[in-house]
């Protein structure tokens, strides 16, 4: 399953970045729409495919792994809306520089995620690191939000800038050093779900096919979503305590209860924000 799986992500984004490097363009909100709707169903059939060839617990874990990550990713729209805009990158580079980010994000996880499982199964103590680290994440959020303070020009970005690299390759490298951090809020969020590293890696895998076209079709749709972070900060607490209590030896909150959790506080997310009108419309 893992050859198989492996190969198929790598064909996938293979064609992808085919096509993106093909015809460097600007992305049609009709065509965004028919590729995410695409990706959305190989998700679903995946997870048909998981209750037949593993079980139905294991084909649940990943749809919620999946929700969960595919949030995330939403979320971190915001964030590389905001590179671009200050790195000024040419609209037609956009979507190039957004596969190689998103390719590099699936290698860096990739590791991430084998790592993670390495210590989840040895120390017991790796539930509380995760599930303490979440529920900072989770603060922040709440408190901070996704915007502007998520991302600054750091030393790695000034130092390739100052050696007068050109704004795509800066681009690549901020988008890159963001996927690193991106990465450390999703692979304890995910654990928090399943351990299975199987699951875990599909999860993230199909969670990032598709991005690019997600953020042309969530370009006009990304400044509405004012309470996305705050929907994100309640799925992320609710992992860390589960992880936590899973490590304590505690009530182990079951698949039901989960899964419920991360589909109405993302319901409830996305009909607050878009019941909401732009404060410029007010």
């Known amino acids: 399953m893992w050859l198989w799986t492996v190969t198929v992500v790598i064909l996938v984004l293979g064609i992808d970045f085919y096509l993106a490097a093909r015809n460097p363009r600007r992305v049609s909100a009709k065509e965004a729409t028919l590729w995410v709707t695409f990706y959305i169903l190989f998700a679903l059939i995946f997870a048909i495919y998981l209750s037949f060839a593993l079980s139905r617990e294991s084909s649940g874990q990943f749809i919620a792994g999946w929700l969960t990550e595919y949030s995330l990713s939403i979320d971190n729209l915001f ?8 790195l000024r990158v040419a609209e037609r580079s956009i979507q190039t520089v957004l596969l190689i980010g998103i390719a590099f994000a699936l290698v860096l996880r990739g590791l991430f995620i084998a790592l993670g499982a390495l210590m989840i199964h040895r120390f017991i103590w790796t539930f509380f690191v995760f599930g303490v680290f979440l529920l900072f994440t989770a603060v922040r959020l709440l408190y901070h939000g996704g915007g502007d ?31 690193l951090l991106f990465a450390l809020d999703s692979i304890p969020a995910i654990f928090g779900i399943t351990q299975d590293p199987y699951l875990v890696f599909t999860a993230n895998a199909f ?38 209590s899973e490590g304590a030896n505690g009530p182990e909150v079951g698949l039901g209860p989960t899964l419920i959790v991360i589909v109405s506080t993302l319901a409830v997310t996305a009909y607050l924000s878009l019941k909401v009108k732009p404060e410029s419309d007010l």
Not at 218 to 231: D, P, R, T
């Open 207 to 244: 969670a990032l096919m598709g991005l690019r076209q997600l953020y042309v079709l969530l370009g006009n749709l990304l400044n509405k979503l004012v309470h996305l972070s705050k929907g994100l900060a309640v799925i992320l607490g609710f992992i860390g305590l589960k992880l936590i």
């Open 79 to 86: 964030v590389f809306l905001i590179i671009f805009s200050r």
């Open 149 to 179: 303070e998520d991302w600054h020009e750091g030393r790695v970005v000034t130092f390739f800038r100052r050696r007068r690299v050109g704004i795509f390759g800066i681009a690549v490298v901020a988008i890159g050093t963001t996927d």
